[in-house]
Protein backbone atom coordinates (compact mmCIF):
# COMPACT_ATOMS: atom_id res chain seq x y z
CA UNK A 1 0.00 0.00 0.00
CA UNK A 2 1.42 3.73 -0.38
CA UNK A 3 0.62 5.03 3.02
CA UNK A 4 1.38 3.90 6.43
CA UNK A 5 -2.26 3.21 8.94
CA UNK A 6 -1.97 2.21 12.85
CA UNK A 7 -4.83 0.30 14.15
CA UNK A 8 -4.94 -0.96 17.65
CA UNK A 9 -2.32 -1.18 20.64
CA UNK A 10 0.88 -1.10 19.73
CA UNK A 11 4.50 0.20 21.62
CA UNK A 12 6.12 2.98 20.86
CA UNK A 13 8.94 1.92 19.81
CA UNK A 14 9.18 -1.76 17.29
CA UNK A 15 10.71 -5.06 18.39
CA UNK A 16 10.66 -3.97 22.06
CA UNK A 17 8.43 -5.46 24.82
CA UNK A 18 4.51 -5.26 24.62
CA UNK A 19 2.78 -6.44 27.55
CA UNK A 20 -0.82 -7.99 27.82
CA UNK A 21 -2.67 -6.67 30.99
CA UNK A 22 -1.67 -9.91 32.65
CA UNK A 23 2.11 -9.57 31.78
CA UNK A 24 2.24 -11.80 29.31
CA UNK A 25 4.49 -10.85 25.81
CA UNK A 26 2.53 -10.37 22.81
CA UNK A 27 3.91 -11.91 19.48
CA UNK A 28 5.31 -9.83 17.10
CA UNK A 29 5.09 -10.86 13.44
CA UNK A 30 6.08 -8.58 10.33
CA UNK A 31 4.69 -9.64 7.23
CA UNK A 32 5.83 -8.31 4.21
CA UNK A 33 7.28 -7.92 0.80
CA UNK A 34 10.29 -9.26 -0.95
CA UNK A 35 12.49 -10.21 1.93
CA UNK A 36 12.43 -7.39 4.08
CA UNK A 37 13.17 -5.01 1.04
CA UNK A 38 9.39 -3.45 0.18
CA UNK A 39 6.24 -2.94 2.05
CA UNK A 40 5.37 -4.63 5.17
CA UNK A 41 3.46 -4.31 8.67
CA UNK A 42 4.14 -5.18 11.99
CA UNK A 43 1.47 -7.01 13.83
CA UNK A 44 1.12 -7.99 17.40
CA UNK A 45 -0.62 -11.37 18.44
CA UNK A 46 -2.06 -12.26 21.65
CA UNK A 47 -1.15 -15.93 20.84
CA UNK A 48 1.96 -16.99 18.76
CA UNK A 49 1.03 -16.72 15.15
CA UNK A 50 3.43 -19.73 14.22
CA UNK A 51 1.33 -22.41 16.49
CA UNK A 52 0.19 -24.85 13.78
CA UNK A 53 -0.88 -28.32 15.02
CA UNK A 54 -2.02 -30.48 12.17
CA UNK A 55 -1.08 -30.20 8.36
CA UNK A 56 -2.97 -32.45 5.32
CA UNK A 57 -3.16 -32.10 1.80
CA UNK A 58 -6.19 -30.83 0.71
CA UNK A 59 -8.14 -30.79 -3.31
CA UNK A 60 -9.63 -27.86 -3.78
CA UNK A 61 -12.67 -28.28 -6.48
CA UNK A 62 -11.08 -29.39 -9.56
CA UNK A 63 -11.28 -27.31 -13.14
CA UNK A 64 -9.81 -27.63 -16.55
CA UNK A 65 -8.31 -25.43 -18.72
CA UNK A 66 -7.97 -25.45 -22.42
CA UNK A 67 -5.82 -22.82 -25.31
CA UNK A 68 -8.09 -20.22 -26.58
CA UNK A 69 -8.63 -22.38 -29.97
CA UNK A 70 -9.35 -22.02 -32.68
CA UNK A 71 -8.64 -18.22 -32.03
CA UNK A 72 -11.36 -16.47 -31.83
CA UNK A 73 -13.46 -13.53 -29.62
CA UNK A 74 -15.55 -14.90 -26.68
CA UNK A 75 -18.47 -14.09 -24.96
CA UNK A 76 -18.96 -15.64 -21.09
CA UNK A 77 -22.37 -15.38 -19.45
CA UNK A 78 -22.06 -15.82 -15.23
CA UNK A 79 -25.27 -14.84 -14.53
CA UNK A 80 -25.99 -18.27 -16.51
CA UNK A 81 -23.85 -19.83 -13.53
CA UNK A 82 -25.13 -22.33 -11.53
CA UNK A 83 -26.52 -20.67 -8.21
CA UNK A 84 -26.89 -23.40 -5.81
CA UNK A 85 -25.33 -23.31 -2.54
CA UNK A 86 -21.48 -22.12 -2.29
CA UNK A 87 -18.76 -19.79 -0.30
CA UNK A 88 -16.90 -17.15 -2.09
CA UNK A 89 -13.16 -19.20 -1.99
CA UNK A 90 -14.62 -23.08 -2.48
CA UNK A 91 -17.76 -21.66 -4.64
CA UNK A 92 -15.71 -19.79 -7.41
CA UNK A 93 -16.05 -21.14 -11.06
CA UNK A 94 -12.72 -20.44 -12.44
CA UNK A 95 -13.78 -18.68 -16.39
CA UNK A 96 -9.74 -17.35 -17.67
CA UNK A 97 -6.72 -18.25 -16.76
CA UNK A 98 -2.71 -18.11 -17.27
CA UNK A 99 0.54 -18.21 -15.72
CA UNK A 100 0.05 -14.74 -14.03
CA UNK A 101 -3.62 -14.58 -13.20
CA UNK A 102 -6.78 -16.56 -12.75
CA UNK A 103 -9.92 -14.80 -13.27
CA UNK A 104 -13.29 -16.64 -11.92
CA UNK A 105 -16.62 -15.71 -10.44
CA UNK A 106 -18.71 -16.53 -7.21
CA UNK A 107 -21.90 -16.53 -6.18
CA UNK A 108 -21.81 -16.83 -2.17
CA UNK A 109 -24.37 -17.11 0.45
CA UNK A 110 -22.82 -18.49 3.04
CA UNK A 111 -19.35 -17.64 5.32
CA UNK A 112 -16.24 -19.33 3.50
CA UNK A 113 -13.50 -20.83 5.14
CA UNK A 114 -10.43 -19.10 6.60
CA UNK A 115 -8.08 -18.91 3.88
CA UNK A 116 -4.79 -18.12 2.34
CA UNK A 117 -3.50 -17.17 -0.67
CA UNK A 118 0.12 -17.74 -0.71
CA UNK A 119 0.18 -17.55 -4.62
CA UNK A 120 -0.62 -13.92 -4.67
CA UNK A 121 -2.88 -10.82 -4.08
CA UNK A 122 -6.56 -10.92 -4.76
CA UNK A 123 -8.27 -8.66 -6.00
CA UNK A 124 -12.13 -8.95 -5.47
CA UNK A 125 -15.06 -6.39 -7.17
CA UNK A 126 -18.37 -6.60 -5.64
CA UNK A 127 -21.18 -6.99 -8.43
CA UNK A 128 -23.85 -7.27 -6.40
CA UNK A 129 -24.44 -7.96 -2.46
CA UNK A 130 -22.75 -7.29 0.49
CA UNK A 131 -20.48 -8.93 2.60
CA UNK A 132 -17.45 -8.75 5.51
CA UNK A 133 -14.39 -9.78 5.09
CA UNK A 134 -13.02 -10.70 7.81
CA UNK A 135 -9.23 -10.52 8.40
CA UNK A 136 -5.98 -10.66 11.08
CA UNK A 137 -5.69 -7.04 10.46
CA UNK A 138 -9.52 -6.34 11.28
CA UNK A 139 -13.25 -6.54 9.50
CA UNK A 140 -13.83 -4.42 5.65
CA UNK A 141 -17.40 -3.85 5.37
CA UNK A 142 -17.79 -4.10 1.43
CA UNK A 143 -21.02 -3.56 -1.50
CA UNK A 144 -21.58 -3.17 -4.67
CA UNK A 145 -18.50 -1.09 -6.85
CA UNK A 146 -16.18 -1.90 -4.28
CA UNK A 147 -12.65 -3.14 -4.91
CA UNK A 148 -11.35 -5.20 -2.49
CA UNK A 149 -7.79 -6.33 -2.36
CA UNK A 150 -6.10 -8.77 -0.06
CA UNK A 151 -2.57 -8.75 0.06
CA UNK A 152 -0.34 -12.52 -0.11
CA UNK A 153 -1.14 -14.57 2.88
CA UNK A 154 -3.11 -12.67 4.84
CA UNK A 155 -5.95 -14.66 6.38
CA UNK A 156 -9.70 -13.65 5.69
CA UNK A 157 -12.65 -14.96 5.38
CA UNK A 158 -15.55 -13.90 3.13
CA UNK A 159 -19.02 -14.00 5.09
CA UNK A 160 -22.40 -12.55 3.05
CA UNK A 161 -24.52 -10.24 4.28
CA UNK A 162 -26.70 -11.22 1.17
CA UNK A 163 -26.49 -13.33 -1.91
CA UNK A 164 -22.99 -11.44 -3.36
CA UNK A 165 -21.29 -11.77 -6.59
CA UNK A 166 -17.67 -11.43 -6.97
CA UNK A 167 -15.38 -11.09 -9.51
CA UNK A 168 -12.35 -12.58 -8.75
CA UNK A 169 -8.82 -12.44 -9.60
CA UNK A 170 -6.33 -13.92 -8.39
CA UNK A 171 -2.27 -13.35 -9.40
CA UNK A 172 0.66 -14.58 -9.01
CA UNK A 173 2.04 -11.48 -7.34
CA UNK A 174 1.15 -7.97 -6.16
CA UNK A 175 -1.50 -5.84 -6.98
CA UNK A 176 -1.18 -1.95 -6.31
CA UNK A 177 -2.04 1.46 -7.52
CA UNK A 178 0.04 2.19 -11.07
CA UNK A 179 3.64 3.55 -10.33
CA UNK A 180 2.81 6.07 -12.53
CA UNK A 181 0.44 7.60 -9.91
CA UNK A 182 2.45 7.56 -7.34
CA UNK A 183 5.45 10.17 -5.84
CA UNK A 184 9.02 7.90 -5.52
CA UNK A 185 7.68 8.47 -1.30
CA UNK A 186 4.39 6.70 -2.88
CA UNK A 187 2.00 9.63 -2.52
CA UNK A 188 -0.53 9.77 -5.26
CA UNK A 189 0.10 12.22 -7.43
CA UNK A 190 -2.22 15.14 -8.36
CA UNK A 191 -2.91 13.37 -12.20
CA UNK A 192 -4.49 9.99 -10.32
CA UNK A 193 -7.73 9.60 -10.50
CA UNK A 194 -8.29 8.56 -7.08
CA UNK A 195 -6.15 9.24 -3.79
CA UNK A 196 -5.61 7.99 -0.29
CA UNK A 197 -9.25 9.72 0.80
CA UNK A 198 -10.97 7.25 -1.76
CA UNK A 199 -8.98 4.18 0.25
CA UNK A 200 -10.90 2.36 3.30
CA UNK A 201 -9.05 -0.43 5.26
CA UNK A 202 -9.47 -1.99 8.75
CA UNK A 203 -10.05 0.67 11.64
CA UNK A 204 -10.33 -1.58 14.36
CA UNK A 205 -8.89 -4.99 15.73
CA UNK A 206 -10.58 -7.85 15.21
CA UNK A 207 -10.17 -10.67 18.14
CA UNK A 208 -11.93 -13.77 17.95
CA UNK A 209 -11.15 -16.69 20.57
CA UNK A 210 -10.88 -20.30 19.27
CA UNK A 211 -8.66 -23.45 19.32
CA UNK A 212 -7.96 -26.12 16.78
CA UNK A 213 -8.84 -23.57 14.01
CA UNK A 214 -8.64 -24.83 10.33
CA UNK A 215 -7.38 -22.23 7.40
CA UNK A 216 -7.23 -23.21 3.99
CA UNK A 217 -3.53 -22.41 2.47
CA UNK A 218 -3.25 -22.11 -1.09
CA UNK A 219 0.34 -22.16 -2.27
CA UNK A 220 2.61 -22.74 -5.64
CA UNK A 221 3.04 -26.39 -4.57
CA UNK A 222 -0.86 -27.25 -3.80
CA UNK A 223 -3.88 -26.54 -1.07
CA UNK A 224 -3.14 -27.48 2.60
CA UNK A 225 -5.58 -27.34 5.32
CA UNK A 226 -3.22 -26.02 8.15
CA UNK A 227 -4.77 -26.59 11.88
CA UNK A 228 -3.96 -23.44 14.66
CA UNK A 229 -3.64 -24.28 18.23
CA UNK A 230 -4.99 -21.01 18.26
CA UNK A 231 -7.44 -18.53 16.25
CA UNK A 232 -5.58 -16.10 13.70
CA UNK A 233 -7.94 -13.60 14.46
CA UNK A 234 -6.26 -12.33 18.04
CA UNK A 235 -4.55 -8.94 16.63
CA UNK A 236 -4.46 -6.46 19.67
CA UNK A 237 -2.93 -3.88 17.14
CA UNK A 238 -0.72 -3.28 14.03
CA UNK A 239 1.12 -0.95 11.98
CA UNK A 240 2.66 0.06 8.50
CA UNK A 241 2.05 0.13 4.41
CA UNK A 242 0.74 -3.86 3.92
CA UNK A 243 -2.69 -4.73 4.64
CA UNK A 244 -6.27 -5.19 3.00
CA UNK A 245 -8.13 -2.16 1.76
CA UNK A 246 -11.10 -1.21 -0.60
CA UNK A 247 -11.57 1.13 -3.49
CA UNK A 248 -14.85 1.77 -4.82
CA UNK A 249 -15.38 2.04 -8.45
CA UNK A 250 -17.42 5.36 -7.91
CA UNK A 251 -14.93 7.04 -6.47
CA UNK A 252 -13.06 6.38 -9.88
CA UNK A 253 -12.70 9.73 -11.76
CA UNK A 254 -12.29 9.40 -15.60
CA UNK A 255 -9.84 11.23 -17.43
CA UNK A 256 -11.61 12.33 -20.84
CA UNK A 257 -10.53 14.90 -23.45
CA UNK A 258 -11.18 16.36 -26.81
CA UNK A 259 -11.00 12.95 -28.83
CA UNK A 260 -11.35 9.51 -27.68
CA UNK A 261 -8.80 8.63 -25.20
CA UNK A 262 -7.71 4.99 -25.07
CA UNK A 263 -7.80 2.50 -22.15
CA UNK A 264 -4.50 3.57 -19.96
CA UNK A 265 -6.49 6.41 -19.07
CA UNK A 266 -8.58 4.06 -17.41
CA UNK A 267 -6.00 1.96 -15.38
CA UNK A 268 -6.72 1.83 -11.76
CA UNK A 269 -4.28 -1.06 -10.87
CA UNK A 270 -1.38 -3.22 -12.18
CA UNK A 271 -0.15 -6.73 -11.49
CA UNK A 272 2.08 -8.95 -12.62
CA UNK A 273 2.04 -8.98 -16.41
CA UNK A 274 -1.79 -7.74 -16.08
CA UNK A 275 -3.47 -4.51 -15.07
CA UNK A 276 -7.44 -3.85 -14.53
CA UNK A 277 -9.09 -0.78 -15.57
CA UNK A 278 -12.28 0.96 -14.55
CA UNK A 279 -14.90 2.15 -16.84
CA UNK A 280 -17.44 4.20 -15.66
CA UNK A 281 -19.82 7.05 -16.47
CA UNK A 282 -18.38 10.06 -17.83
CA UNK A 283 -18.51 12.74 -20.54
CA UNK A 284 -17.19 12.32 -23.90
CA UNK A 285 -15.10 13.75 -26.39
CA UNK A 286 -15.59 17.70 -27.08
CA UNK A 287 -13.68 17.82 -30.04
CA UNK A 288 -16.87 18.79 -32.74
CA UNK A 289 -16.18 15.91 -35.19
CA UNK A 290 -15.08 13.76 -32.33
CA UNK A 291 -16.14 9.88 -32.69
CA UNK A 292 -16.79 8.83 -28.94
CA UNK A 293 -16.54 4.85 -29.30
CA UNK A 294 -13.67 3.22 -29.62
CA UNK A 295 -11.88 2.96 -32.98
CA UNK A 296 -10.96 -0.75 -33.77
CA UNK A 297 -8.22 -1.76 -32.21
CA UNK A 298 -5.46 -4.68 -32.30
CA UNK A 299 -3.15 -5.01 -29.23
CA UNK A 300 -0.93 -7.05 -30.35
CA UNK A 301 0.76 -7.85 -26.85
CA UNK A 302 -2.46 -8.08 -24.71
CA UNK A 303 -5.73 -10.21 -24.19
CA UNK A 304 -8.48 -7.54 -23.48
CA UNK A 305 -11.14 -9.05 -21.14
CA UNK A 306 -13.94 -6.50 -20.18
CA UNK A 307 -16.36 -7.57 -17.30
CA UNK A 308 -19.91 -5.85 -17.53
CA UNK A 309 -21.26 -4.70 -14.42
CA UNK A 310 -23.78 -1.86 -14.99
CA UNK A 311 -25.16 0.90 -17.34
CA UNK A 312 -24.99 0.67 -21.29
CA UNK A 313 -22.38 -0.11 -23.35
CA UNK A 314 -22.50 1.42 -26.51
CA UNK A 315 -20.03 0.10 -28.57
CA UNK A 316 -20.91 -3.60 -28.03
CA UNK A 317 -24.82 -2.92 -28.18
CA UNK A 318 -26.67 -5.43 -30.46
CA UNK A 319 -23.64 -7.90 -29.87
CA UNK A 320 -25.55 -9.68 -26.82
CA UNK A 321 -23.36 -8.42 -24.33
CA UNK A 322 -25.24 -7.89 -20.92
CA UNK A 323 -24.96 -7.03 -17.30
CA UNK A 324 -22.74 -9.71 -16.03
CA UNK A 325 -20.84 -10.69 -19.33
CA UNK A 326 -17.56 -10.93 -19.89
CA UNK A 327 -16.13 -10.30 -23.26
CA UNK A 328 -12.67 -11.99 -24.19
CA UNK A 329 -10.62 -10.27 -27.42
CA UNK A 330 -7.51 -11.70 -27.65
CA UNK A 331 -3.88 -10.75 -29.02
CA UNK A 332 -4.02 -11.88 -32.85
CA UNK A 333 -7.63 -10.47 -33.46
CA UNK A 334 -8.90 -7.04 -34.54
CA UNK A 335 -11.86 -5.72 -32.24
CA UNK A 336 -13.94 -2.66 -32.13
CA UNK A 337 -17.40 -0.90 -32.30
CA UNK A 338 -20.39 -2.99 -33.22
CA UNK A 339 -21.36 -1.92 -37.13
CA UNK A 340 -23.22 0.59 -36.80
CA UNK A 341 -22.25 1.93 -33.15
CA UNK A 342 -19.97 4.69 -34.67
CA UNK A 343 -22.93 6.69 -36.18
CA UNK A 344 -25.14 6.24 -33.52
CA UNK A 345 -22.61 7.57 -31.30
CA UNK A 346 -22.00 10.69 -32.78
CA UNK A 347 -22.98 14.23 -30.60
CA UNK A 348 -23.32 12.08 -27.78
CA UNK A 349 -21.92 13.89 -24.70
CA UNK A 350 -21.93 11.05 -21.90
CA UNK A 351 -21.46 7.50 -21.34
CA UNK A 352 -23.90 5.36 -18.72
CA UNK A 353 -21.30 2.57 -18.31
CA UNK A 354 -19.75 0.95 -15.49
CA UNK A 355 -16.92 -2.27 -16.33
CA UNK A 356 -14.48 -3.62 -15.46
CA UNK A 357 -10.99 -4.64 -17.71
CA UNK A 358 -8.36 -6.92 -17.14
CA UNK A 359 -5.50 -6.54 -19.86
CA UNK A 360 -3.02 -9.63 -19.93
CA UNK A 361 0.30 -9.99 -21.60
CA UNK A 362 0.44 -13.54 -21.74
CA UNK A 363 -2.66 -15.18 -23.71
CA UNK A 364 -5.37 -15.69 -21.51
CA UNK A 365 -6.64 -19.92 -21.15
CA UNK A 366 -10.27 -20.75 -21.50
CA UNK A 367 -11.45 -22.62 -18.35
CA UNK A 368 -14.51 -25.29 -18.04
CA UNK A 369 -16.88 -22.72 -15.97
CA UNK A 370 -16.64 -20.37 -18.52
CA UNK A 371 -16.83 -22.75 -21.92
CA UNK A 372 -20.32 -23.93 -19.89
CA UNK A 373 -21.27 -20.37 -20.18
CA UNK A 374 -20.61 -19.45 -23.74
CA UNK A 375 -22.10 -17.58 -25.70
CA UNK A 376 -20.76 -19.68 -28.65
CA UNK A 377 -22.21 -16.89 -31.67
CA UNK A 378 -20.70 -13.72 -30.36
CA UNK A 379 -17.27 -14.16 -32.66
CA UNK A 380 -19.42 -13.64 -35.61
CA UNK A 381 -21.63 -10.39 -34.48
CA UNK A 382 -19.50 -8.28 -36.08
CA UNK A 383 -20.71 -9.78 -39.51
CA UNK A 384 -24.57 -9.17 -38.56
Known amino acids: MPYYRRVGEIPRKRHTQFRAPDGGLYAEELMGQEGFSSDSSLLYHRHAPTSITAAEAF?????????NRPLKPRHLRTHKLDEGPADAVLGRRHLLANADVRIGYAIADRPSPLYRDAVGDECLYVEAGRALIETTFGALEVGPGDYVIIPTSVVHRIVPQSQVRLLTIEASGHVGPPKRYLSVRGQF??????CER???????????DGSDVEVLVRARGGWTRHVYARHPFDVVGWDGCQYPWVFSIHDFEPITGRVHQPPPV????????????????????????????????HNVDSDEMLFYTGGSYEARRGSGIEQGSISLHPSGFTHGPQPGAVERSLGAEAFDELAVMVDTFRPLDLCSA??????????WTWSR
Do not use: M, W
Open 59 to 67: TPPAYEQVP
Open 189 to 194: LEHSPY
Open 198 to 208: DLRGPETPLLV
Open 266 to 297: HQTFQGPNFVVCSFVPRKVDYHPQAVPIPYNH
Open 370 to 379: GLEVEDTGYA
